[in-house]
């Protein structure tokens, strides 16, 4: 298990932008894909965008393509998410999370091994 650690979330307002982070405590080029998953409380994880060790593929949900940006630093054991243009509809729960083997899917949060403990994002009108 690796641990993994959300940083840069905050308020914004509409139409701005945040940064979010996520520290590994292991080296990431060894973790297969990894991902970010945002919650709003009382609905269920939902898949925002992940990265594949092997090619470097990209994914997003529909909702946020375009405005997000998912890249992985293997030098820094870091994985990132640019987020632009938020609307208040992002408001949620950042999580990142990693598979430690790939398991072909990448937007189910039950093939994710290792979570963050989240990060607040809140976009206000």
């Not at 292991?26 to 594949?52: N, S, Y």
């Not at 729960?93 to 607040?120: E, I, K």
Request: hydrophobic residues 35%; contains cysteine; proline residues 2%.
């Amino acid at each position: 298990q690796v641990q993994l650690v959300e940083s840069g979330g905050g308020l914004v307002q509409a139409g701005g932008s945040l940064k979010l982070s996520c520290a590994s405590s292991g080296r990431i080029f060894i973790l297969d894909t990894m991902g970010w998953f945002r919650q709003v409380t009382g609905k269920e994880r939902e898949f925002v965008a992940a990265i594949t060790r092997s090619d470097g593929a990209l994914y997003y949900a529909n909702s946020v393509k375009g405005r997000f940006t998912i890249s992985r630093d293997n030098a820094k054991n870091t994985l990132y998410l640019q987020m632009n243009s938020l609307k208040p509809e992002d408001t949620a729960v950042y999580y990142c999370a990693a598979q430690l083997v790939g398991r072909g899917s990448v937007s189910q949060p039950g093939v994710y091994d290792s979570w963050g403990q989240g990060t607040q994002v809140t976009v206000s009108s």
